[in-house]
């Protein structure tokens, strides 16, 4: 069994629908006034708390509600979008037209989803370059390759090569796999004229200009355009008295329309006019690829016979395929992507930068830089920065012969230490609650021998060299430090600091671990049924121990005291600054868990 290494993480209020509502309201979520927060345990265990523990160093701080914000309950917004290879910057407005990836010369391996480089094709030099009289080597000139430095794939497996080493996108847009040219659908209009004008002989241009074009393959691109302009051309040839399509011409696909003008789509023409009923007009669909028919590819049997013929390593896994964007040359949409032949060089995806606020007063609690080459923040309210970190270490721990030195002996009192640190330039007062027994049906005994404590204030480090040590720290010994034993080892005793620094102290908790045996669970309840406990209560679990059951949890509520100067900064006042009018006492509530380790099985 892997040692578990002690860990701490806090409750976010988010979780709790009741000061989610009192924050809405205006109100204190840990206001005197409701006693339920403060009776009400939590339950590390309970499936609603795996979305509400977090680290301390993945919580943000709100100072204008005084609560702690998790990544779950903020409300984040775009900063600015740039892509993560070249780090240029590229503005909302061609987000629309150019996609959501960069379209420049970032690619990714479509095998590895590694960096693509530019390699240039060793081809023969020309001698004249090689006699320069400075002696420079000859340039590389093309053509030029995509290729992976991880799993050596390049652009030439599919048949790509690119006349210029840069605008690699714009290129590549223009090829298909195996370095066919693709024919936008502008190229295609053109042509069809020249071909109607008589301007080309040749068999290509007849085959353009013949009406039954059925099988010519089109690619996505130019399908749409043809099918958008055969249906532009329909709805304007439509006259005023056949039908109802002219009413949506003169509207538009995009304007709201009025009831008489919907009906008039379904009645064949105005309600009042019978002459406009008699006549019916008709919408015909494309008849031939120039108007945008391509008709559907279902015929597989040539990729039947190339998977009989391939290995394993020529068929593309699903995640390669979902990571392969929209081919605006693919001409068959059915069964296109099956093979590593049809993979092409990936853009990279753009990334953003985002500022976060707090969801209920609308506050900045985080802003990065607006350049993308820094990785500072302009605004940053960590929770680190507000409330007192909490470390924990074992002191005490007997080991039993029977079990693992890595785990809690069960029935047997074990000492941690916590040590907990302020942040705050004001001194602090912490007060700890923990239950009796852990909740669950394996209960722990938990003990805090010094449930309160003050904090001093995180003042300069040089501060505390000036002032006297038996007033700025106590260690073991002294005012508010246990003290010692017989055998002049230190003892932790009942309402006593175990030890205390500039601005931290430490105290000690005392558990008896639950055992894990079933049989001894359900004695226990026996003896409760037979002392006169309620059976329906006492009705215990006794099926196998469940995954990470063993973990030793304590649900501990933390509430944090402090007075600030009225009308200053949340963080505080620094040494020396000006006070200028009274206190304002400030005060934080929140529930953590401390995970001490794993309880011995034995």
């Not at 079933?518 to 679990?541: C, M, P, Y």
């Amino acid at each position: 069994m892997a040692p578990l290494t002690p860990y701490t993480y806090i409750q976010c209020p988010c979780s709790d629908a009741s000061t989610v509502g009192r924050q809405a309201d205006g109100e204190s979520p840990a206001s005197p006034e409701d006693d339920d927060l403060d009776d009400r345990t939590f339950d590390p265990r309970a499936p609603r708390a795996n979305y509400s523990l977090y680290p301390l160093e993945y919580l943000n701080y709100c100072e204008d509600c005084q609560q702690l914000r998790c990544p779950r309950c903020v409300a984040e917004e775009i900063v600015t979008y740039y892509c993560p290879n070249c780090l240029f910057e590229v503005p909302s407005s061609n987000l629309k037209s150019e996609g959501n990836r960069c379209t420049r010369s970032c690619f990714q391996c479509p095998i590895c989803i590694g960096p693509l480089s530019v390699t240039s094709i060793e081809t023969q030099p020309d001698p004249n370059l090689l006699a320069a009289p400075d002696g420079t080597p000859a340039p590389h000139s093309g053509p030029y390759i995509l290729t992976c430095s991880y799993c050596n794939w390049s652009s030439a497996e599919i048949g790509i090569k690119f006349d210029k080493s840069n605008s690699i996108h714009a290129q590549l847009a223009k090829l298909n796999n195996g370095g066919e040219t693709r024919l936008t659908a502008k190229e295609h209009r053109e042509r069809r004229k020249e071909a109607k004008h008589g301007g080309l002989a040749t068999a290509a241009a007849a085959a353009i200009a013949s009406n039954g074009r059925d099988d010519e393959d089109l690619d996505v691109e130019t399908q749409f355009a043809n099918l958008k302009g055969f249906y532009q051309s329909q709805l304007a040839d439509s006259t005023a008295g056949s039908s109802g399509l002219s009413s949506l011409a003169d509207l538009g696909f995009s304007s709201p329309t009025s009831l008489s003008r919907i009906m008039s789509l379904y009645t064949g023409g105005n309600a009042h006019d019978r002459r406009a009923k008699s006549r019916v007009g008709t919408m015909r669909e494309a008849l031939s690829s120039d108007e945008g028919l391509q008709i559907a590819s279902l015929d597989e049997s040539a990729a039947i016979n190339h998977l009989h013929s391939s290995v394993y390593d020529d068929t593309i896994s699903t995640e390669q395929s979902t990571n392969q964007p929209p081919h605006l040359g693919e001409v068959h949409l059915h069964g296109s992507s099956r093979f590593a032949s049809s993979l092409r060089p990936v853009p990279y995806l753009l990334r953003t930068k985002r500022s976060k606020r707090c969801p209920i007063c609308r506050h900045i609690i985080s802003k990065p830089e607006a350049k993308v080459a820094t990785t500072r923040f302009r605004i940053k309210l960590v929770a680190s920065a507000y409330i007192p970190t909490i470390a924990i270490r074992p002191l005490n721990i007997p080991v039993s012969p029977s079990s693992d030195k890595n785990t809690l002996p069960a029935l047997q009192p074990s000492q941690f230490i916590l040590t907990f640190q302020n942040p705050r330039f004001e001194a602090i007062n912490v007060t700890l609650a923990v239950p009796a027994k852990t909740p669950g049906r394996f209960a722990s005994k938990v003990t805090v021998l010094c449930p309160q404590f003050e904090i001093d204030a995180n003042t300069d480090v040089w501060d505390e060299a000036l002032k006297d040590s038996d007033k700025t720290k106590v260690r073991r010994k002294g005012p508010g430090g246990g003290g010692a034993g017989e055998d002049g080892t230190h003892q932790a005793e009942a309402g006593k600091i175990w030890e205390r620094g500039r601005n931290w102290v430490s105290i000690v908790v005392e558990v008896v671990p639950a055992s894990l045996r079933l049989d001894l669970l359900e004695a226990t309840a026996k003896l409760s049924i037979a002392g006169g406990g309620d059976a329906e209560k006492e009705k215990v679990d006794t099926s196998p121990l469940k995954e990470d059951e063993d973990v030793l949890e304590i649900p501990m509520f933390v509430r944090v005291e402090w007075e600030v100067e009225a009308g200053g900064d949340e963080v505080g006042t620094a040494p020396g600054r000006d006070k200028e009018g009274g206190k304002e006492k400030r005060e934080l509530a929140y529930w953590c868990v401390l995970g001490l380790g794993r309880v011995s099985q034995a």
